[in-house]
């Protein structure tokens, strides 16, 4: 064993993992249950994540096997690729044996050829003195190429709208927004001796930005009045705090919920 055969295994390691990788991050992509309006980031996802696991595979298991049977060949059968590529095709089949799992194993099978092959060409090119260490380079290119395509066949994400934005607002469990139209709009309740309003409203400040106002104003039966409110700023995929003003009306407990004898419409 030489420093030439650890590099080439390692070249071969880093090709074929990126490339059974993204095999399977494709596979997972179009096989996916829930619809993707980003299908280029879900490959590329699902390529590293899968790439994590074969990648520890092949540089442990695939790289010890691979260099056994290359010193066997040299002894035994030197002039036979073919049983070389077959032998490292059996030994693929072992994860999915020891687990049990037939694609698993026809999956490990088809990787193992699919070094066995690379290592070979790797091994031919540096035979003819050629330089192959832009091999690497490959996957790069096909995963942009990969991201592009995909990213232009997802389907078209629908508008986030002013209503979209609500629902989001007012998605949360146990916030202060709780007590509030969960749409745009008012209701009307008594609440001990105070008439009160709570308004739900969003008002479009730029492209799918939105902000998201919760206005409560009440009336008690002696004349006085009030109000208060909070505004947040939601896009599709965040919100954050504005402001809050006014006062928080007395009849409210420790927390928004804790108002007593509340009736709303």
């Known amino acids: 064993m030489n420093r030439n055969m650890i590099g080439r295994k390692l070249i071969t390691t880093v090709f074929v993992t990126a490339m059974v990788s993204l095999a399977m991050g494709w596979f997972f992509t179009f096989h996916d249950s829930g619809a993707s309006y980003h299908m280029g980031d879900d490959l590329i996802g699902w390529s590293f994540v899968?790439?994590?696991?074969?990648?520890?595979?092949?540089?442990?298991?695939?790289?010890?096997?691979?260099?056994?049977?290359?010193?066997?060949?040299?002894?035994w059968f030197s002039r036979n690729q073919w049983l070389y590529a077959?032998?490292?095709?059996?030994?693929?089949?072992?994860?999915?044996?020891?687990?049990?799992?037939?694609?698993?194993?026809?999956?490990?099978?088809?990787?193992?050829?699919?070094?066995?092959?690379?290592?070979?060409?790797?091994l031919y090119q540096s035979a003819k003195q050629k330089n192959v260490d832009y091999i690497v380079l490959i996957p790069i290119l096909i995963y942009m190429l990969a991201w592009g395509v995909f990213e232009y066949i997802s389907p078209e994400e629908p508008p986030f709208t002013k209503e979209d934005a609500v629902e989001f607002a007012t998605s949360g469990e146990g916030t202060i927004t709780d007590v509030f139209p969960e749409k745009?709009?008012?209701?009307?309740?008594?609440?001990?001796?105070?008439?009160?309003?709570?308004?739900?409203?969003?008002?479009?400040t730029g492209k799918e930005k939105y902000i998201v106002t919760f206005t409560e104003t009440w009336k008690k039966k002696d004349g006085k009045t009030g109000s208060w409110?909070?505004?947040?700023?939601?896009?599709?995929?965040?919100?954050?705090?504005l402001?809050?003003?006014?006062?928080?009306?007395?009849?409210?407990?420790?927390?928004?919920?804790?108002?007593p004898n509340q009736t709303f419409d």
Request: with cysteine; hydrophobic share 45%; glycine share 10%.
């Open 243 to 259: 402001y809050e003003s006014g006062e928080i009306p007395v009849y409210y407990g420790s927390s928004q919920n804790d108002a």
């Open 184 to 204: 745009i709009g008012k209701c009307h309740g008594v609440i001990e001796e105070y008439e009160v309003t709570r308004e739900t409203a969003a008002k479009k």
């Open 86 to 122: 077959v032998l490292h095709g059996v030994f693929g089949l072992a994860n999915g044996l020891f687990f049990l799992n037939g694609p698993l194993a026809v999956i490990g099978a088809v990787a193992a050829l699919f070094y066995a092959f690379v290592d070979r060409w790797i």
């Open 50 to 75: 899968y790439a994590m696991y074969i990648g520890a595979i092949i540089l442990v298991y695939g790289n010890i096997v691979s260099i056994g049977l290359e010193l066997a060949q040299k002894k």
């Open 229 to 241: 409110s909070m505004a947040y700023e939601v896009e599709r995929d965040s919100m954050s705090a």
